[in-house]
């Protein structure tokens, strides 16, 4: 079974979610066992694969234009909070409204000139933004007018006489553009306001007597209209999955700021969310905030938690009628079993976990798999998709486990029982039979078959196919990254989940794994 091999870790938050990147095959990753790379600073930007952040000692970060953390649109200066809808692969219509963006960076002694160059002008040295300073920390900043949308840039210093390209280390995201790596930053739409979080905490005194309360900070949108206070929405779900909204008590918003006030009180044990949207007096409305938390008599806490991993086919059959029959051709010990998720929760419910000591699920893939065996690594035997690492949908989860209902009582009887569930992400190929392999071949590899005459597992560690009929995903393609990330999303706020196991991070590139951890974390 594969391991987990690296912990992404979000700010401190309250009900901060898991993202773990993990190995599954044999063969080395490009530049170590984490899969990361690194490279030297070169004379221009098509060299580059990476950086090494100890080479220049530098941070970077998009700060706020507009008054306030958020303005952006980056987990900088959003502080982890809120989410976007916008399309991370895209890069804007220069047409729209263009957002003030700025950026920070504390070059390495010797280093003189620093600019930021970015695929908004074309990459050209000479064009490029200078950036001012340095202030008394030795820090250099400039801004940029960009349109909402992710933009690829390099950060661009002389030193020893000749200009170093180099991506940024304190910039979570990448982007390609054709075939080169650069750091991106997301810009959002600065016309809406935003909500960002100046406090939050819960408490609990007893069984039922939960507290939370936080204060959240109006920032206005470009155009300076204020606050709309009538125009503000709060709801809260509960453990059960249930929603209300906030009453007047519990969220107040101040007229003339825009601030808000949250207090909730009599709270069930579990895991709640109140999802809050601020309005401004032009009518523009705020991208929605989550705020996720417990209520729960010992704090939970990820490290030494005891994780337990579930193959849902292989557990128990809670629900007989939706197990399939024999596959044709399958050998039956790679053949569906008829375990189901409502198996998982009829176990959370009656203890057995509980008992174990379990405080996390490590659940595998539940979308949707082919209905067909297919060739074994062997050659000789067939087998089908039962594990669900071969999926066929995006966000579809498949019937033979019990389909979307029965995952969501699955995970609210494990939240029930302080449990949290850790989705297995598949990110590094999918089957052939997927929706977006016929609707977007050109996001997919195909051909190189992982371990096969002239396609080495090390060697072709990012674009072999791990069998004949699983398409290498190509997350150089902004669209197919910016697709799986969403996705990712999906899953984790339709179904209330508590992070991401990712699968084969050895074998997708870095733009993959740091756009993904940047997206959950941005909008949870």
């Known amino acids: 079974l594969p391991w987990p091999m690296m912990m992404h870790r979000s700010r401190p938050r309250l009900a901060p979610l898991l993202v773990i990147l ?19 600073a070169s004379s221009g930007p098509g060299s580059f694969t990476a950086t090494e952040a100890q080479e220049t000692g530098q941070t970077s970060e998009v700060a706020p234009t507009t008054g306030g953390p958020g303005s952006t649109g980056t987990s900088t200066s959003t502080g982890g909070e ?25 070059p390495p002694p010797g280093a003189t000139m620093p600019r930021i160059a970015g ?21 250099y900043t400039g801004s940029v007018d960009l349109p909402p949308g992710l933009h690829a ?13 180099l991506l940024d280390p304190g910039q979570g995201r990448r982007k390609y553009v054709g075939d080169v790596e650069n750091s991106a930053v997301l810009v959002r739409d600065c016309r809406l306001p935003l909500l960002a979080v100046e406090s939050s ?45 906030l009453s007047a008590a519990e969220l107040k918003v101040d007229e003339e700021s825009g601030d808000v006030t949250l207090a909730l009180a009599a709270l069930a044990d579990g895991k709640h969310r109140v999802t809050i949207t601020a309005k401004a007096g032009d009518g523009a409305v705020a991208e929605p905030l989550r705020l996720v938390f417990w209520i729960e008599a010992e704090a939970f806490a990820w490290d030494d938690a005891l994780v337990y991993m579930v193959m849902t086919d292989r557990f128990v059959d809670g629900t007989p009628g939706n197990s399939p029959g024999p596959t044709a051709k399958a050998d039956p010990r790679g053949d569906w079993y008829g375990g189901d998720l409502d198996g998982l929760r009829a176990r959370i419910a009656d203890g057995t976990l509980d ?47 019990g389909g979307a209902d029965a995952l969501k009582a699955m995970v609210r009887e494990a939240h029930k029982h302080g449990i949290r569930v850790l989705q297995d992400y598949v990110i590094n190929h999918v089957h052939e039979e997927h929706e ?46 910016a697709a799986f990330v969403a996705d990712a999303v999906y899953w984790l706020d339709e179904f209330d989940l508590d992070g991401l196991r990712v699968d084969a991070v050895k074998h997708v590139e870095e733009v993959a794994t740091r756009n993904l951890a940047a997206a959950v974390r941005e909008t949870f």
Not at 22 to 34: F, V
Not at 90 to 106: A, I, N
Not at 153 to 165: E, F, I
Not at 228 to 239: M, R, V, W
């Open 22 to 40: 993990a190995a599954c095959s044999t063969g080395q990753a490009p530049g170590g066992e984490e899969g990361n790379t690194t490279s030297a």
């Open 201 to 245: 905490a819960a408490t609990r005194p007893g069984p039922g007597a939960g507290s939370y309360a936080a204060t959240l900070r109006y920032v206005d949108g470009l155009a300076g209209a204020g606050p709309d206070e009538a125009g503000y929405t709060a709801t809260l779900q509960d453990n059960d999955g249930e929603l209300r909204p």
């Open 153 to 165: 840039y390099k950060v661009v210093h002389d030193l020893g006489g000749a200009p170093q390209w």
């Open 436 to 481: 977006y392999v016929a609707a977007h071949p050109e996001w997919f590899r195909t051909g190189c078959v992982c371990g096969t005459n002239n396609c080495d597992w090390t060697g072709h560690a990012l674009d072999c196919m791990f069998a004949a009929y699983l398409p290498d995903i190509n997350h150089s393609v902004p669209e197919a990254n």
């Open 355 to 401: 008992q174990l000591g379990v405080r996390a699920i490590w659940l595998t893939p539940f979308q949707t798999s082919p209905d067909a065996a297919y060739p074994a690594a062997d050659g000789q035997h067939w087998v089908t998709g039962y594990h669900g690492y071969w999926p066929t949908r995006g966000r579809e989860v498949d019937a033979r486990l």
């Open 119 to 139: 695929e908004w002008q074309g990459f050209d040295l000479a064009t490029a933004t200078a950036l001012d300073g340095p202030d008394a920390d030795g820090i």
């Open 82 to 106: 809120g989410s976007t809808t916008l399309d991370d692969s895209s890069t804007g219509d220069p047409g729209e409204v263009l957002c003030p963006t700025q950026f920070r960076y504390d």
